[in-house]
């Protein structure tokens, strides 16, 4: 078992395929689910927190790291870049911003479902872009595919009342082509139940563009204000849309549209460098789907290697699926497990209790309102309205 694991990580590593964690965990399990399914039965104990747990082997990532360091004298070759610096009067920058939203909030005595924040992140179709295990010491690390864009931009919105909006996918690509067939795993689900929204971005990257920003608020952020507005008979009220200051967020052209086309919709904008911060999707949403997306890629690796396996296929000679129109049609049931592990009001509230600005977790309680300056204090706000 052992050796036709090493076998099938160290034939896909000199093909130059890419290994993440994610990857050769699937490789593993694959094999074992394949050659003998009964260790998944085996009784293991496991230290957690100082205490000792009896529980099923799991093939764990702390085990995999074990694995490849230990068998196959591997580590992970990881590209560094410079993180982004945070400003040094970052707690007022953020305090600032709070009381201009919170003066919003008050003004209009907006409720917690007419406020939104969304985020764009991207999601990759082979985890770890530029990062694999290699040999220790390795000086030159050759991957099939680094050089190609192998993702798509996902826009995730959610109400401070706990609602998740639909999706909006942003594929590379310039016709129909480009995007999930109706034959992708989930998509009924996805088109149907969730309503996502699958576009292409007429271009040659999958980067939101000021079309796919438009498309975003016509098709899904002002129907789900609407249907709120309908559901609570206020048919006037006014509503707010948190987003980051990115540069077509903030383009002339945008705020322009928005201000003829919606302007019921206000627009705030979470500091430059600050959204790890003050922006709820970034602070712990994206995290929770990303997790989500990991684990159905890692289903699919299981399922492909048992597969071969089972076809008599040696492990020398398992080969990762790579090709685009299949990754991308994968794709679609990822997003859907990864907004069912969103879609849960009890997650928005805990993290919007990890911003770093302490008032804006009582701002998002679900079912309240700032409706009067009090709750702030005896604060002087007329320093802070400049928008």
């Not at 990532?61 to 945070?86: A, C, H, I, M, Q």
């Not at 991957?143 to 959610?158: A, H, P, Q, S, Y």
């Not at 016509?218 to 009220?237: D, G, H, M, V």
């Not at 987003?243 to 500091?271: G, N, Q």
Request: charged letters at 20%; one cysteine or more; a positive charge.
């Amino acid at each position: 078992m052992r050796s036709q694991i090493k076998i099938a990580l160290k034939s896909l590593r000199a093909a130059s395929v890419r290994l993440d964690l994610s990857s050769i965990r699937g490789v593993m399990m694959g094999i074992i689910g394949a050659k003998a399914p009964e260790m998944f039965q085996v009784t293991v104990v496991r230290k957690v927190h100082g205490k000792y747990l009896w529980d099923h082997f799991h093939s764990r990532e702390s085990f995999v790291k074990n694995f490849v360091k230990k068998e196959l004298n591997w580590s992970f070759r990881r590209t560094t870049r410079p993180g982004k610096k945070t400003p040094e009067n970052i707690q007022q920058i953020l305090t600032d911003a709070f009381l201009r939203f919170a003066w919003t909030i008050s003004k209009y005595n907006i409720k917690a479902v007419f406020l939104v924040n969304s985020d764009q992140t991207l999601i990759y179709y082979t985890a770890g872009a530029e990062n694999t295990y290699a040999t220790i010491g390795s000086k030159q690390v050759e991957v099939v595919g680094k050089d190609e864009r192998r993702g798509f931009t996902l826009m995730v919105g959610i109400s401070m009342s706990g609602e998740v909006l639909p999706f909006q996918a942003i594929y590379s690509g310039k016709t129909k082509a480009s995007l999930p067939t109706s034959a992708a795993p989930g998509y009924s689900k996805a088109t149907g139940d969730l309503k996502f929204r699958f576009e292409y971005s007429k271009g040659d990257n999958h980067w939101s563009t000021i079309e796919t920003m438009k498309s975003y608020v016509t098709n899904i952020l002002a129907p789900y204000f609407e249907s709120q507005r309908k559901k609570w008979s206020l048919p006037n009220q006014v509503c707010v849309w948190q987003i980051d200051c990115w540069s077509v967020h903030r383009s002339l052209e945008f705020r322009s549209w928005m201000a003829k086309t919606y302007p019921w919709i206000r627009i705030h904008f979470v500091p430059a460098n600050c959204t790890g911060l003050f922006q709820p999707c970034d602070v712990g949403i994206q995290r929770v789907l990303k997790l989500a997306v990991r684990r159905s890629a890692l289903s699919n690796i299981v399922d492909h290697t048992m597969s071969q396996l089972e076809k008599g296929v040696l492990p020398s000679e398992i080969t990762f699926e790579k090709r685009l129109p299949v990754v991308r049609d994968r794709s679609v049931e990822w997003l859907v497990n990864g907004y069912e592990a969103i879609n849960n009001p009890e997650i928005v509230q805990k993290v919007v209790l990890l911003t770093q600005v302490k008032p804006m977790a009582d701002l998002y309680v679900p079912h309240t309102r700032l409706s009067n300056f009090a709750q702030l204090g005896r604060m002087d706000l007329t320093s802070h309205m400049s928008l």
